[in-house]
């Protein structure tokens, strides 16, 4: 149970996009599109940004949009927004009925 | 209103008990697999548990195992984690959130309660 791989940050200016990668193993990530993305504010709970790899619920921009490509996972932000900058993490089911998050990555709006 | 509210949390020393609950309200409870997910002081968030709709299938993290178990009670749309044994390293905010079986879309989830474990 490991968690998956985020870079620890990473940065843009506003209107500028950015992505964040997601890598885990064929047993999670590449085994499955259960994947799921989420953005979190300082003090905040964790706020469902995709699902099942692609999905964006109702509620949530068109900015944002999800990937996968074999064991790596990828959310894009585009357009950048200074209410963009937060902690976002992936989530992952795995081959043991089990789930998994991402170490997360901050991002910062220059 | 579709909400999950969290009580339970609390001061607690090393090798005890606590209870912590999730209230449900505003949807039908009984339709969603519901998990814990907990986030210690200044890290990343921890998937805990998840159990499934009614309840026959649990799985837990393996650093909780044999410490903790979810438990709900869908005629009082209520979820449950009894720890036991808890360490220090169990401190952390603890979030109930619910998720659509079948799927990794958990879009609705707690504010959160604090369980710290001192001496």
């Known amino acids: 149970q490991s968690a998956l791989t985020q870079p620890a940050s990473v940065s843009g200016s506003p209107g500028q996009s950015i992505t964040i990668s997601c890598t885990g193993t064929s047993s999670d990530v590449g085994g499955y599109n259960y994947v799921s993305w989420y953005q979190q504010h300082p003090s905040k709970a964790p706020k469902l940004m995709i699902f099942d790899v692609t999905n964006r619920p109702s509620g949530v921009s068109n900015r944002f949009s999800g990937s996968k490509s074999g064991n790596t996972a990828s959310l894009t932000v585009s357009g950048l927004q200074a209410e963009d900058e937060a902690d976002y993490y992936c989530?992952?089911?795995?081959?043991?009925?089990?789930?998994?998050f991402g170490g997360g990555t901050k991002l910062t709006v220059l | 209103e579709v909400q999950l509210v969290e009580s339970g949390g609390g001061l607690v020393q090393p090798g005890g008990s606590l209870r912590l609950s999730c209230a449900a309200s505003?949807?039908?409870?009984?339709?969603?697999?519901m998990t814990w997910v907990r986030q210690a002081p200044g890290k990343g968030l921890e998937w805990v548990a998840n159990i499934d709709e009614d309840g026959s299938r649990r799985y837990y993290v393996d650093s909780v195992k044999g410490r903790f178990t979810i438990s709900r009670d869908n005629a009082k749309n209520s979820l449950s984690l009894q720890m036991h044994s808890l360490r220090a390293e169990d401190t952390a905010v603890y979030y109930c959130?619910?998720?659509?079986?079948?799927?990794?879309?958990?879009?609705?989830w707690g504010q959160g309660t604090t369980v710290t474990v001192s001496s």
């Open positions: 989530f992952s089911y795995t081959s043991s009925g089990t789930w998994v």
């Open positions: 959130a619910r998720r659509l079986g079948g799927s990794a879309l958990m879009d609705v």
């Open positions: 505003g949807f039908t409870f009984g339709t969603y697999c």
